[in-house]
């Protein structure tokens, strides 16, 4: 995939291209591993149209929504608002690669499915894990190598992906907790409408 595809315009032209990219629906794994956690300050990464920002607001976390397209914060705000809870949402745009958030600043920092070339992964997860305060919780989930070997179509991405246990060995153990890094399976129906099983890598670190 050419550098431009992780650009503004090319985020702008795909969320412009129809009136919804994404399901509505809250990221499975962030579901999984946040139900149970008390309610602070969080940073949703990437946040396009809402879904995990409302998800969020709605169980009592202060959600900062960070994107780098306009357009889709403005469906995100739209979302939240006929949710009720855009009083707890800051939407942002922002390319955090550029604008890094701030460190130590939130009780939950998600990032679902950021996909980029490794050198630019590796300084964004860097960023990323240094904004989670003591005590916090890192959340890192993205498609698993082994979907290449399904019908997931997953070919167009091969060095964008990574294994939780690559984001995990980053991480100072005196500083980090990991208290999941995994291949998690999950169900899915590929494009000629067939059940299939995908794995998610799912990074949960808490900050000591």
Do not use: C
């Not at 995990?52 to 469906?75: C, M, P």
């Amino acid at each position: 995939m050419v550098a431009t595809a992780f650009e503004e315009p090319a985020w702008e032209e795909r969320y412009q291209s129809r009136p919804s990219v994404w399901s509505g629906r809250p990221n499975p794994q962030l579901v999984a591993e946040v139900a149970d956690l008390r309610p602070g300050r969080a940073l949703d990464v990437g946040s396009g149209e809402g879904a995990d920002a409302v998800w969020l607001a709605e169980r009592g976390w202060q959600v900062t929504a960070v994107d780098i397209s306009t357009t889709a914060l403005d469906r995100a705000a739209a979302h939240a608002d006929t949710a009720g809870v855009g009083a707890r949402i800051d939407f942002t745009h922002a390319d955090l690669r550029d604008k890094p958030p701030a460190e130590e600043a939130y009780d939950l920092v998600s990032a679902q499915f950021m996909h980029l070339p490794p050198v630019q992964r590796q300084e964004l997860f860097a960023r990323l894990a240094a904004a989670v305060a003591p005590g916090g919780v890192l959340l890192i989930v993205g498609h698993h190598p082994s979907d290449l070997w399904t019908t997931a179509r997953r070919m167009h991405m091969p060095d964008m992906m990574f294994t939780a246990e690559d984001v995990a060995a980053t991480l100072d153990p005196s500083d980090w907790e990991v208290l999941t890094a995994e291949a998690r399976p999950r169900a899915a129906t590929d494009e000629n409408g067939q059940q299939i099983t995908i794995h998610d890598a799912v990074l949960v670190a808490r900050r000591r």
